[in-house]
């Protein structure tokens, strides 16, 4: 075969998205017109969009799509195929979809779950096999439960939000034995900004981190009821203040459900920084952490996906899966029965991989972390999540009260949610982590029967 063959056996079978595969499917169901009748812009956009052309389709990412149009325009003048005038003029056009291809693109459900699906299924199947597309991917996602995590955030943010000055936020539940996505809710309003501040905003955790001091601490033999003293610390030339109750001497359940900074503190530095981090490894925290006081404190930004994956293992008498939302990848060009998606063969299931069910925490500690999780919902810092259902969990908070956060679970439910509140651009708000822990509550309350 030429070249030419073989680059026109491709353009009629490169996926491009949905269910298209070729330029002529993709130019009528993007643009309405057979591909011969593209404009320079449109044939760079079907270019530019390929890498990934679920997640940068002009519909939900349009500065993507732009951007990577772009791209394909400066190229195609750097090698002499058009004129810098040319490019610059199809540069300044808008990408002007179809109306059918916009209600349809706009139609799908769980958007910021179904952008993230495509980075895991990356992930798992390896970038080359996973863009060649033709798969059935079988999602872990519970439609319920997404559409109720949708509405409590954008009620929440509306109201509250305007009112206390924060525009974002996100929510994650995993189904606390497999860590399975049941729903995810990477921002206010998808059509206005794709970023998925549930998997790729990186933010400080505030007090949701000291969890991992004190699981430490009850490994290496402390007891819950061991005192510790509110007064001034200084460590590491730093200053923290005594507890908010003023001196004296409070165990671990307290210094939990109040979220005294100095117990934590104290109880990191018996135990050992370096301790703590082993731990939160154990527990999934991938991200960079800082060995310093602050880290306690939560001064190392996580991701909601990863802490609230960290506290289902908790939840699951300290077995750690990893968050995931595909359960099975089938091949749909190979079934014995077209009608039938269980007869096709499988490309992937999760934990093929062996990094499951691993055992992150001892049974005996995971059930007292739970305990203390348990004062911070009935008597602490998280009474505003209280559903009288036996739940845990905790609220953090950071400087300014940029970042508010409440993660928790049911246990009887096998349920853990991850919530925060914030600005993209970090500034201050008036709220509180109470704010984040009412919410979780209103939510949870609604999708735990």
Not at 134 to 143: M, Q, R
Not at 288 to 312: C, H, K, Q, Y
Not at 415 to 442: E, F, I, K, M, Y
Request: proline share 4%.
């Amino acid at each position: 075969y030429s070249k030419d063959a073989l680059l026109l056996f491709y353009l009629n079978r490169v996926y491009l998205g949905g269910n298209l595969y070729g330029f002529e499917d993709a130019a009528r169901f993007y643009f309405d017109k057979p591909a011969a009748a593209l404009t320079l812009s449109e044939a760079a956009t079907l270019v530019g969009i390929l890498p990934a052309p679920n997640a940068f389709n002009p519909v939900q990412n349009y500065e993507a799509a732009v951007a990577y149009r772009d791209r394909v325009l400066d190229r195609m003048a750097a090698l002499g195929i058009v004129s810098a005038e040319e490019a610059r003029r199809a540069r300044r056009s808008r990408i002007e979809i179809s109306p059918k291809a916009r209600a349809e693109l706009q139609s799908i459900r769980a958007p910021y779950f179904y952008g993230y699906i495509f980075d895991e299924l990356e992930a798992v199947l390896g970038t080359q096999l996973a863009r060649e597309g033709n798969f059935i991917v079988e999602s872990t996602l519970d439609l319920s439960a997404q559409a109720a995590a949708e509405r409590a955030l954008r009620e929440d943010v509306t109201s509250n939000g305007q009112a206390l000055g924060y525009s974002q936020g996100a929510i994650v539940t995993l189904d606390s034995q497999q860590s399975e996505i049941r729903a995810l809710v990477g921002g206010f309003d998808y059509e206005v900004s794709q970023f998925n501040r549930a998997t790729q905003a990186l933010r400080q955790p505030g007090s949701t981190f000291k969890v991992f001091a004190f699981a430490a601490a009850l490994e290496a033999g402390m007891s819950p009821g061991q005192g510790f003293s509110c007064e001034t610390l200084v460590w590491d030339g730093q200053q923290f203040d005594g507890c908010r109750g003023g001196g004296g001497v409070v165990d671990m359940y307290t210094g939990m459900a109040r979220s005294d900074n100095v117990v934590a503190l104290r109880i990191a530095q018996e135990v050992g920084l370096e301790a703590m981090v082993r731990t939160a490894r154990r527990l999934g925290i991938m991200s960079d952490l800082r060995l310093s006081p602050g880290l306690v404190l939560g001064d190392s930004e996580v991701t909601p996906l990863e802490l609230t994956g960290a506290f289902a293992a908790i939840a699951n008498d300290g077995v750690w899966n990893p968050p995931h939302g595909i359960r099975r990848v089938l091949d749909s060009s190979d079934c014995t029965d077209p009608n039938d998606a269980n007869s096709c063969r499988v490309i992937y299931e999760f934990g093929q991989t062996g990094d499951t069910n691993r055992q992150a925490l001892p049974p005996a500690i995971a059930q007292q972390m739970t305990g203390l999780l348990q004062g911070v919902v009935q008597s602490g810092t998280g009474r505003a999540a209280a559903l009288g259902l036996g739940e845990a969990g905790k609220t953090g908070t950071t400087n300014d009260n940029r970042d508010l956060w409440f993660v928790g679970y049911i246990p009887r439910r096998n349920l853990v949610t991850g919530v925060w509140l914030g600005n993209d651009d970090n500034t201050p708000t008036s709220a509180s982590s109470g704010q984040a822990a009412a919410l979780w509550g209103r939510y949870m309350r609604e999708i735990s029967p």
